[in-house]
């Protein structure tokens, strides 16, 4: 189980800070053409989802492969399963739907990395 949660928290924490570092350094309206929510938001706001997704990318590998604040990799899968959980809302709202699965894959694994740390 410990060798399956491991290829869990660094696949997924590639693809958040992947995703991360993506929106906090490109402009706006370069994501815009791939990401029709940027539309919705301020460049700001896009910014600091990036940020926190980097953080949270981070916060899934670096605790516990440092033996550092381990609680923190459980904590950070939950605060990225609930930025997923509010990016299904904005696309439900959007009527964005093809999405969805996307967010919903990314937000299971989250959870399961969650319960499987705590």
Do not use: C
């Not at 490109?26 to 953080?55: C, H, Y």
């Amino acid at each position: 189980m410990n060798v399956f949660l491991w290829v869990l928290q660094i696949v997924l924490g590639v693809a958040f800070l992947g995703a991360g570092v993506m929106k906090s350094t490109q402009p706006k309206e370069k994501l815009a053409g791939n990401m029709t929510w940027v539309n919705r938001r301020s460049a700001g706001t896009v910014k600091f989802i990036g940020v926190m997704e980097i953080l949270g990318g981070l916060g899934l590998i670096l605790p516990r492969a440092t033996g550092i604040a381990t609680i923190l990799t459980p904590l950070a899968a939950v605060g990225l399963a609930l930025v997923m959980v509010l990016a299904i809302g904005d696309h439900v709202r959007a009527k964005e739907y093809p999405v969805i699965p996307i967010n919903l894959v990314l937000g299971a694994l989250a959870v399961v990395i969650a319960i499987g740390r705590f």
